[in-house]
């Protein structure tokens, strides 16, 4: 069996813990819980005919007060970066997050989970915004951990990539 790590990335309050709640139980939760540290879940998935278990790193959103520690990237193969699509600051956060993690875990795979996609009429993160970052290769999937959409997709896009790039 295929065991991967992946970390969860992007500032405070974006919806990290809630899409793992989502992906891993199916559970979406309006109580807001701040993550202190890092939250480790497990899933067990098979993708491309490979029985794959996630290690899900759950790590504490970046803000003005605090840094994600680089050592908590260490060894992962991939992460989700999420921003918070109502939020623009938090696009630009994640790309400086996303700078970081590339020098901590070097060149792995990862997805731009662009989250609350049920509030879309809110969006501040604009399509030339995403374009940009788009054009420069990186995977974005909308989300929502609210409703369910595209949480399934955006980690088994970052699974595929990994596995692709093991080969």
């Known amino acids: 069996m295929i065991q991967k790590k992946i970390c969860m990335l992007g500032s405070f309050a974006v919806g990290k813990t809630s899409l793992v709640s989502r992906y891993v139980t199916s559970i ?4 807001y819980l701040s993550t202190v540290g890092v939250k480790v879940d497990k899933k067990t998935i098979t993708v491309a005919e490979e029985e794959v278990t996630l290690v899900l790193w759950d790590l ?18 991939g992460y989700l970066l999420v921003v ?9 956060a994640a790309r400086e997050l996303q700078k970081m993690a590339a020098q901590v875990a070097g060149d792995v795979p990862f997805v731009l989970a ?28 909308r989300t929502s951990a609210k409703t369910g959409l595209g949480v399934e ?12 790039q093991q080969t």
Do not use: H, P
């Open 28 to 31: 979406f939760s309006d109580k």
């Open 60 to 77: 504490y959103g970046e803000d003005g007060f605090q840094t994600v520690q680089k050592s908590y990237l260490r060894g992962a193969a």
């Open 84 to 92: 918070d699509g109502t939020r623009f600051e938090t696009f630009a």
């Open 114 to 141: 662009l989250n609350k996609a049920d509030l879309a009429a809110e969006w501040q993160v604009d399509e030339r915004a995403l374009f940009e970052v788009a054009d420069a290769g990186w995977r974005i999937v």
């Open 153 to 164: 997709e955006a980690f088994e896009r970052v699974t595929r990539a990994m596995l692709e």
